[in-house]
């Protein structure tokens, strides 16, 4: 059965600054890779996918991440934070044959100014 | 540009009773879903269709009813409302495998 972890529950940083948010999975089948962010009181925004080809992958608002076969992770990063991406984020897989997603249980990224 | 739009966005409810989440969609898609959002725990798929008069059982079935009539309308029933079903409720519509996944502004459902 696939599952996904995010392994830091919080992360707080410094304005301007770089942030990664970690996701690992598991799946014995070929998948799909997801990062969505929530807003307070909003519903869920797809930042980026993963699909096939490169493994690098660049989203809105800065973010890019990577796909990572062996180490079974698809890591989120930005190289400089600013006070509005302050918010939950959630890594998501699904299996490649199915639009099922399974969420890992969220990172909330706090910007200090 | 509607996209995926829930009804209501705050309910409380009383233990037992019945209540029905709606959920439209716009844009033609065939895959829609309902998941709920627990403090910890991400979000947990609930049930989910296919297309019109298909459904099937997600993570979390247990309390919740499913119907797809239309393509656009995919409601959430809660036939005996129980503490524990306390949430926030996600609805969500994509066109298939590998696109966006499209989702609502949540429902908040208190049940005391």
């Known amino acids: 059965a696939q599952s996904v972890t995010q392994l830091d529950s919080q992360v707080p940083v410094f304005e301007e600054a770089p942030v990664e948010l970690r996701c690992n999975y598991s799946?014995?089948?070929?998948?799909?890779l997801f990062w969505y962010v929530q807003y307070p009181n909003q519903g869920l925004q797809l930042l980026l996918k993963?699909?096939?080809?490169?493994?690098l992958v660049k989203g809105i608002n800065g973010f890019e991440a990577e796909f990572n076969k062996s180490q079974t992770s698809f890591h989120l990063r930005k190289p400089s934070v600013h006070i509005s991406d302050t918010a939950e984020y959630f890594c998501a897989v699904s299996e490649g044959d199915t639009d099922k997603l399974i969420f890992g249980t969220g990172t909330r990224l706090q910007v200090f100014p | 540009n509607a996209g995926v739009t829930q009804t209501p966005k705050f309910q409380v409810l009383k233990t037992g009773q019945s209540m029905t989440l709606q959920c439209a969609q716009d844009m033609n898609h065939e895959y829609m879903s309902w998941y709920r959002q627990d403090p910890g725990m991400g979000l947990r798929l609930i049930h989910y269709s296919v297309g019109a008069g298909i459904t099937d059982q997600g993570e979390v079935p247990n309390g919740y009813n499913v119907s797809r009539s239309t393509t656009e309308d995919f409601p959430l029933r809660l036939l005996s409302a129980a503490p524990s079903q306390t949430s926030v409720y996600f609805c969500?519509?994509?066109?298939?495998?590998?696109?966006?996944?499209?989702f609502g502004e949540g429902s908040w459902l208190t049940v005391v």
């Open positions: 969500a519509s994509t066109r298939g495998v590998g696109n966006t996944i499209y």
């Open positions: 799946s014995s089948v070929s998948v799909y």
């Open positions: 993963y699909l096939s080809g490169s493994t």
